[in-house]
């Protein structure tokens, strides 16, 4: 299944900074069997946006945090066209 997370106060975030981060969690990521796919941040709100197939929320956190970056909100996308 999808899910979009949301990692709130990361205002000021550079593209360097979001590469790093999400090279972090792909780093990791078999050992949950999550596949992070694309991650988007906006620097002047503080919110960073990442997709990823996994095979439950928790694991997607499990990632995030063992990466150091927590996620706020963890959502399923169960629909896409």
Request: proline share 6%; glycine share 6%; net charge negative.
């Given at each position: ?25 792909l780093?990791i ?53």
């Open positions: 299944m999808k899910f979009m997370d949301v990692h709130h106060g990361m205002t000021g975030i550079t593209a360097d900074q979001l590469k790093q981060a999400h090279d972090a969690d780093a990521q078999e050992e949950e069997r999550v596949t992070f796919e694309t991650a988007w941040a906006d620097p002047d709100s503080g919110l960073v946006y990442c997709l990823s197939e996994a095979p439950d929320a928790d694991a997607v956190q499990r990632i995030h945090q063992r990466a150091g970056h927590p996620a706020d909100e963890i959502h399923p996308v169960p629909l896409t066209v």
